[in-house]
């Protein structure tokens, strides 16, 4: 089966734009979940959907970030406005209905905000 | 504390076994994890452990869980050049599905 995609695999920016990122999770897949990998750390969640509503947003800094799932497939995430310190790779996930205890990455989008 | 403490580096010989320690934090999570990831690529599940096993195998992985201590393992036998990448562990937190990761291991092996 066709793994995680998403779009694009990187971009940069100046501070104060805006972007968006896109996910399209494994097919039938019920979760999702974005997570922020800084350089030389570990992923961080920042939003989980189950179909498309939100589970958690608990570390997602809403005065700049976004996300949505509209009809509970694709999804997307923005930041508006950037700031120096969202550079960070932005890795999609999303894990099967009947085993929500396994996650499944997507190749991930390298943001670099100059 | 708060963090999933791994550390930072390991170098082994080709042929030799690699073993990466984690430290977790949640003693009732319900699940610990072993991610590879590869230069410029995503995470790959490599293998999961349920919190109420001590250790699983699966072909040249296996892993070591220590309640007691709040320790995961993970030993790759036979370790070869295609493994080295960063390992991360991680654990799912008991609320939700939220998997709290380490900085990542380093593993570099040499020919």
């Known amino acids: 089966e066709a793994g995680v995609a998403q779009s694009p695999r990187y971009k940069i920016i100046e501070k104060r734009q805006s972007v968006a990122f896109w996910c399209n999770p494994i097919s039938g897949h019920a979760t999702l979940y974005w997570y922020q990998q800084i350089l030389g750390q570990g992923p961080k969640l920042l939003i989980q959907f189950q179909n498309n509503g939100v589970v958690d947003d608990s570390q997602l800094p809403k005065d700049r970030f976004s996300a949505e799932r509209l009809k509970g497939v694709d999804s997307t995430l923005k930041i508006q406005p950037a700031k120096l310190e969202d550079s960070a790779v932005y890795l999609c996930a999303s894990s099967p209905t009947t085993r929500t205890y396994e996650q499944y990455f997507g190749p991930g989008t390298r943001l670099t905000v100059t | 504390g708060e963090d999933v403490e791994q550390s930072l580096f390991l170098s082994v010989r080709e042929g030799d076994s690699s073993v990466i320690n984690c430290t977790y934090t949640?003693?009732?999570?319900?699940?610990l994890y072993w991610y590879k990831q590869e230069p410029g690529a995503g995470l790959q599940l490599l293998t999961y452990i349920f919190s109420n096993m001590d250790m699983k195998q699966d072909q040249r992985l296996t892993v070591l869980l220590n309640k007691k201590d709040k320790h995961l393992s993970l030993r790759i036998a036979d370790t070869q050049t295609g493994d080295s990448a960063i390992y991360f562990c991680a654990e799912r937190r008991e609320y939700g599905n939220k998997l709290v990761f380490g900085a990542g291991t380093i593993l570099r092996v040499k020919s």
């Open positions: 949640d003693s009732s999570s319900t699940y």
